[in-house]
């Protein structure tokens, strides 16, 4: 008998090769909501896809996805969370950084009402060990100014580490295409609808697994786009959803896994 899952989670990758068993290992050892683990790679070549399929075959709640939107972590996000079939999706990174056991609480948050539940780094509780000075020095100031001033319902609206709604996230669209602002951009949607966002607090360790791509002076205008979009006036879905260009079908069978290439 086939269980439903009740939270999709997804984790883009890129050349990760064996590092991804141990991610893995840890994601389906502390999950105990019914899941599925979304492994989403942008190149059938890719050195994770092996290691993860190596998994998948003990453990039928993994599997590799290939995505078709594009290069990058942002297109990973959104066709992983468009291949979802949970109606919760939650994005965390192959790297170790995030604690996979707070998955179950924050697919909770989403199921209880928020539309997205943040994993906060700067709540009281939480914690950020490591990671660049500025880096860090300029997410905090971000996620603290959002939550005085925009009242934003988190103080960590730029960790990657957080639960959607997935039916929120498909009726606003996800615009970005450059790297990891999808958690500021969707927060940042929620707000000027008004709707739920909640957190609990983490503690964030710096990349445990491999190395980090996070590049910030390349991501910094994306960044920043979404950080001034979440002060205004209130804007309804369909406002919202007009700011978006034309819209990429979903693939079309997300229970099958995605070895077609985007060239058909």
């Known amino acids: 008998m086939t269980i439903t899952p009740r939270v999709s989670v997804v984790i883009p990758v890129y050349n990760e090769g064996e590092s991804i068993v141990r991610c893995l290992d840890r994601i389906?050892?502390?999950?105990?909501?019914?899941?599925?683990?979304?492994?989403?790679?942008?190149?059938?070549?890719?050195?994770?896809?092996?290691?993860?399929?190596?998994?998948?075959?003990?453990?039928?709640?993994?599997?590799?996805?290939?995505?078709?939107?594009?290069?990058?972590?942002?297109?990973?996000?959104?066709?992983?969370?468009?291949?979802?079939?949970?109606?919760?999706?939650?994005?965390?990174?192959?790297?170790?950084?995030?604690?996979?056991?707070?998955?179950?609480?924050?697919?909770?948050?989403?199921?209880?009402?928020?539309?997205?539940?943040?994993?906060?780094?700067?709540?009281?509780?939480?914690?950020?060990?490591?990671?660049?000075?500025?880096?860090?020095?300029?997410?905090?100031?971000?996620?603290?100014?959002?939550?005085?001033?925009a009242r934003v319902g988190t103080r960590d609206a730029t960790n990657s580490f957080k639960a959607y709604d997935t039916g929120f996230v498909r009726t606003v669209g996800i615009e970005s295409r450059t790297g990891f602002e999808i958690g500021l951009e969707l927060t940042a949607k929620a707000n000027r609808m008004r709707l739920p966002v909640a957190e609990i607090p983490t503690i964030w360790l710096d990349r445990q697994l491999g190395e980090s791509r996070f590049d910030l002076g390349r991501f910094m205008p994306s960044y920043l786009k979404w950080y001034f979009f979440a002060y205004g006036r209130r804007l309804t879905a369909e406002q919202i959803a007009a700011r978006r260009g034309p819209v990429i079908p979903a693939p079309a069978d997300p229970t099958l896994e995605k070895e077609n290439s985007a060239s058909g």
């Open 28 to 149: 389906l050892r502390e999950v105990l909501l019914p899941a599925e683990v979304l492994v989403v790679h942008d190149m059938p070549e890719d050195t994770t896809v092996p290691y993860a399929r190596e998994v998948a075959r003990t453990d039928p709640r993994v599997r590799t996805v290939l995505n078709t939107y594009g290069r990058g972590p942002a297109n990973a996000i959104r066709f992983g969370i468009d291949s979802a079939t949970a109606p919760v999706a939650v994005v965390t990174m192959a790297d170790g950084s995030d604690d996979p056991r707070q998955i179950d609480d924050l697919a909770r948050l989403v199921d209880r009402g928020v539309v997205v539940a943040a994993a906060s780094r700067y709540m009281p509780g939480g914690q950020q060990v490591g990671g660049p000075r500025f880096k860090r020095m300029m997410s905090r100031w971000a996620g603290r100014t959002l939550h005085w001033f």
